[in-house]
Every structure is written in structure tokens, then in C-alpha cells.
């Protein structure tokens, strides 16, 4: 069989071509029914959320939630319009006695880290937002657990266990975070405890963003104070 | 019957004999490249807070979670420092020779580079990286290197040999091109309509409460400038508009539409670069726009383009010719 002139295509519609065998043209179809499938796939986890798609997930969840991640709200329905910040308190003490630090912005912190190279900010921001997601949506499992407790539910002892173990995983995150970036304090004195909180703080309405008042900050989760953990993981080397 | 064969058969060779997007795919190479060696050597000085054996994201955690999710992670080899940096290095060096070169035993190489380091560390996943893992899966597919790349004359020499002919490399390409150009419509047509069914997006004011959130404020001028009541009201219904329009530009057969259209989502990932310094998101969006635009449309660009320099040359010359003129007659009249 001679070769096919460079650019020049089959017309449509006419018999396979004797050097194409039938197989060989069937095999070519194998890749497009592997892109139907995976379109099928994207369809079902981008669908609105009903009883079939909850079903038809379930089918497509291992796969779809570890190699095709797909979350495209961005941004929406609700535009972001509170700034949430994590602040931190150390607490030391030397021959004077124990001494406490002035709150200060870890979220802040970490973003000015990220963006001390303009054009390639690096991930550190990233992880100042993780923190802060992760305080508060402690706030909103404490609201979940009053909630319970108000309407005298008997069993609320199981939201109050999952309370209990994403705060201690926060105290983690949070003091594996932050104690290296107190060790670069140089603190006058040995570090016995830190404590972090979480305060929400709205945007201006659009109609007010000329009023000279600012919207008051609100604390909304507080960790309390927790262990110091030192020789973690500098920020960087 | 015969019909329905005779149109089947044609279909299966419409998909396998000429491969379609070669430019857009190789233009989405090198963005997508350049946002993939951005992670890498931005995050060089904080690899080991981030996804070293001692990071914050527990390696045990990790090493568990691998092995749940049946997840794939060359990170979770070894928890051994020498093995971690090797592992990070090599992935920088792969995503800039996929860059450049882009071949695909390359791409195959870069997918399990960087799905490696995007499963260590799951707390920092945003858009741009889930956008990126699905599209570099895709491009596995594909010839994504027959333009501007030092391989792409060879590249283009092969293609031109088996073009006509129905080939399982070019139904792999074709497919995994237009799947790409699919995932892209997914994105802003999910986008647009969570927006569009939104109070501030429906108002007006949605950037403004962006701009106010210094997470998202990387340029000062950003809030300022979306505090003017007209311009925030554009800008906010500008994105909605053209991300609303991304799907009828991806189907159209007008091409001024497309262009119009792709170059106005572009605009928008430029201002969330510059105002929010989302600069990975920004050019792994674009990436995957890239690729909506068809090698036609490329084609005439280049043409349009070409046929402009022409113009300003002769123009050019014409000028020169006229100011040549009178020095000339001077000189004669000497």
C-alpha cells in the first residue's frame, strides 16, 4: 500500500480503504468512548444536587475527587466579604517573672511571606488561609452543638466528640505553625504556651464604603492557650 | 444499516486522520509550563515547611491517606530528607524541559511530578491546581509540541506523514483536545451560572467585596478602584458576561466571536494576576483558553498580523522614499 499524500484526506462517506482494515478503523474509536465516559464523569460532579446525582456520584467519587477535582464557584454565589485573620498571643517567662506578647496577625504574616516576591508569590498565603478556614469552621460546629443542646436532644455527645477532635487538630496545625515563627521572635525568656483566635471582620456595605466608621471585628473562635512545640519545621531554611 | 456504517466509519476517520488545536495545545504548554515552574521555584526557600518529611501537613497523615484513596505520590516513597529534595528538584527540572520541549513521553513524566506534589499537601489546593492536574492528565493524549518548541519541525514532519491516514495517535490527540476545550466550557459555564443566580454578582458589587478582602488585594490601586460605583458594576458584569459566553465561542464558526470572547476571558485573568496575584490560577486559566481557539483562527491571526507588518514597512518605506526626495533633487541641483 502507498502512502497518503501529506494533506490530503479521504472523503467522507466512502468504504474503508483497502489497507484500513475494520478493526483498525474500530480501534480509533476507542479513544472518543474514553472521552465520552469522562465527560459523563465531569457532568455528574458539576450536576445540581439531587437524589440521582447522589447516586450516580457515589459511582464516580474515587475517581473524580482524586484525579479530576472539579470546583468551579469561584468566588460565588456568595462573593467574599468579611476578612477572617487568625492572631496569636505568646506567652514566656524569664528571671522577671511571666510576660504575655501583644496579639499580633499570623494570617497576615504568612500573606506578606507570599508576597515578598511580587511577580512569584509563593504558597505561604495558602497556608494562612487554611488556618483560618480550619478555626472557623470550629465556630460553626459549636453553633451546631448548642443547637442540639438548646432543642434537649438526648445524643449530642457525637457532634460534641467531632468538636472536640477538629479543635485538637487545630491547636496541632496551629502550634506547628506558629512556634517557628516564635522562635524567630527571640524572646527574652523561655516560650511556655501560645494561643491563637480567629476574628471575623465585615466589609464596609457598598452603600457605607465612604463612612468613616470601620466594621467593628468580632472574635469568633479562640483556641485558648496550648503547648509551645518546639524544633518544628521552620518556615524556611 | 449501510448508511449508519458509512457514517460511522467517516466520523472515526473525521477524529483520527488530522489532528486538530496543534497551536492552541502548544501555546497551552508553555503557560500551563510556566505556571507549574512558577510553583516550584516560588516555593523553593519553603519546599520543607510545605511539603517536606517535618511539614505542618503531617507526613504520616499523608503516607495514610495515600494508601486509603489509593492515591499515587512519589513523596510518599521515602520520608527521608535527600529523597524529598531529589524528588523536587527533579520535578522543577521536568516541568521546565516539558516547557521547552514538550514531548510526550515528557508530559507522562510531568503528570506524576506534579500529581505527586499536589496530593502531599492537600490544604493548599485552589482552582488553578485542580484545573491543572485535570488538564495535564489530558494532555497525556496529545502532540502538544508541534509549535514552538526546538522538536516541533520533526514533530510537524511526522504528523504530515500520517495525515489522511486514520491513526490511534490522532484520535488520541483530537480526543483529549477537544475534552480539554469541554473541561474549559465546564469551567466558566458552572462559574457564570453560580454567579448569575447571586445578589452581589446580580447587583453589581461583587468585586468591590473581593477587592476589600486584603487576602485577595494584591495591588492597592484594586480597591480604589473598585470603589467607583461604575466601574466596579463593569467589571463585576464583564466577568460574568464573558465567562457566560466562553461555550457559544468554543461551538461558533464565527471567528471574530471566539477571538472577541477569548481575548476578553484573558483580560480577566490578567486583572485577577495583577489585582489579586493569583498568578498560577491566572496562567493555568489561560492555558486551557489557548486552547480554545482553533489552529484556523491562529492561522489567520498570523496572517492579519503578517499582512500589518507589511503595511507599516511599506509605510516606512514609502516615508524614507519622501524624505529621501528633496535631498536628492538638492543634491542634483548642486
Given at each position: 500500500m502507498t502512502a497518503p499524500r501529506a494533506g490530503t484526506a479521504p472523503r467522507a462517506?466512502?468504504?474503508?480503504?483497502?489497507?484500513?482494515s475494520r478493526w483498525r478503523l474500530l480501534s480509533m474509536g476507542l479513544p472518543p468512548l474514553l472521552g465520552l465516559a469522562l465527560v459523563v464523569m465531569t457532568l455528574i460532579v458539576n450536576a445540581p444536587v439531587s437524589p440521582a446525582r447522589t447516586q450516580a456520584y457515589k459511582a464516580v467519587a474515587p475517581v473524580a475527587d482524586t484525579y479530576f477535582r472539579q470546583s468551579?464557584?469561584?468566588?460565588?454565589?456568595?462573593?467574599?466579604?468579611y476578612n477572617g485573620e487568625v492572631f496569636y498571643q505568646v506567652e514566656y517567662e524569664n528571671a522577671t517573672g511571666t510576660h504575655t506578647t501583644e496579639p499580633a496577625s499570623l494570617s497576615r504574616k504568612m500573606a506578606g511571606t507570599a508576597r515578598e516576591i511580587r511577580l512569584a508569590p509563593n504558597r505561604m498565603g495558602a497556608v494562612g488561609l487554611y488556618l483560618g478556614v480550619e478555626l472557623g469552621s470550629l465556630h460553626e460546629k459549636q453553633a451546631a452543638v448548642d443547637d442540639a443542646r438548646k432543642k434537649a436532644l438526648s445524643d449530642f455527645s457525637g457532634p460534641q466528640n467531632e468538636l472536640a477532635a477538629l479543635s485538637e487538630a487545630a491547636k496541632t496545625d496551629t502550634a506547628t505553625v506558629l512556634s517557628p515563627l516564635v522562635d524567630e521572635l527571640h524572646l527574652d525568656g523561655r516560650v511556655t504556651r501560645l494561643r491563637a483566635y480567629y476574628t471575623y471582620t465585615p466589609v464596609k456595605r457598598f452603600d457605607d464604603r465612604h463612612s468613616p466608621e470601620d466594621p467593628t471585628s468580632e472574635v469568633f473562635t479562640d483556641l485558648g492557650w496550648f503547648d509551645y512545640r518546639p524544633g518544628a519545621q521552620p518556615w524556611t531554611d | 444499516m449501510d448508511r449508519l456504517k458509512n457514517s460511522a466509519a467517516s466520523a472515526l476517520r473525521g477524529v483520527s486522520s488530522h489532528p486538530k488545536y496543534l497551536v492552541g495545545l502548544s501555546l497551552c504548554r508553555i503557560l500551563l509550563g510556566l505556571s507549574t515552574t512558577l510553583y516550584y521555584v516560588s516555593n523553593i526557600p519553603y519546599r520543607d515547611f510545605l511539603?517536606?518529611?517535618?511539614?505542618?501537613?503531617g507526613f504520616e497523615a499523608f503516607k495514610a491517606l495515600t494508601g486509603d484513596q489509593h492515591i499515587f505520590s512519589?513523596?510518599?516513597?521515602?520520608?527521608g530528607r535527600t529523597w524529598f529534595n531529589l524528588v523536587y528538584f527533579v520535578g522543577l527540572a521536568v516541568s521546565l524541559a516539558w516547557t521547552v520541549l514538550g514531548s510526550r513521553s515528557l508530559t507522562v513524566v510531568h503528570v506524576v511530578f506534579m500529581t505527586s506534589i499536589y496530593h502531599?499537601?492537600?490544604?493548599?489546593?485552589?482552582g488553578g491546581d485542580a484545573l491543572t492536574g485535570i488538564v495535564l492528565i489530558l494532555m497525556m493524549g496529545t502532540t502538544a509540541n508541534a509549535h514552538f518548541s526546538p522538536l516541533a519541525k520533526r514533530v510537524r514532519a511526522r504528523l504530515e506523514r500520517r495525515a489522511g491516514e486514520p491513526h490511534l495517535r490522532t484520535s488520541l490527540h483530537n480526543t483529549a483536545a477537544v475534552l480539554i476545550v469541554f473541561q474549559a466550557c465546564v469551567v466558566y459555564a458552572v462559574s457564570a451560572l453560580w454567579k448569575v443566580a447571586a445578589p452581589q454578582w446580580q447587583e453589581g458589587t461583587a468585586l468591590y467585596y473581593i477587592s476589600h478582602v486584603w487576602q485577595y488585594t494584591?495591588?492597592?490601586a484594586f480597591p480604589q478602584l473598585m470603589d467607583s460605583l461604575v466601574l466596579t458594576a463593569i467589571v463585576t458584569y464583564f466577568t460574568i458576561v464573558v465567562q457566560l459566553l466562553a461555550v457559544p465561542a468554543a461551538l461558533t464558526s464565527r471567528r471574530w466571536f471566539r477571538e472577541a470572547v477569548v481575548l476578553g476571558i484573558a483580560a480577566m485573568h490578567i486583572g485577577i494576576m495583577a489585582g489579586m496575584g493569583l498568578m498560577t490560577f491566572g496562567l493555568a486559566m489561560m492555558a486551557i483558553d489557548a486552547v480554545i481557539v482553533r489552529d484556523a483562527d491562529y492561522e489567520a491571526l498570523l496572517r492579519r498580523v503578517r499582512l500589518l507588518r507589511e503595511r507599516v514597512a511599506a509605510r516606512r518605506g514609502d516615508r524614507k522614499a519622501a524624505a529621501e526626495e528633496p535631498a536628492a533633487e538638492e543634491l542634483s541641483a548642486a
Open positions: 462517506g466512502t468504504a474503508p480503504r483497502a489497507g484500513t468551579w464557584m469561584l468566588l460565588a454565589p456568595y462573593s467574599v466579604d | 511539603w517536606g518529611p517535618h511539614s505542618y501537613s512519589l513523596y510518599a516513597l521515602s520520608d502531599r499537601n492537600y490544604t493548599m489546593w485552589e494584591y495591588s492597592s
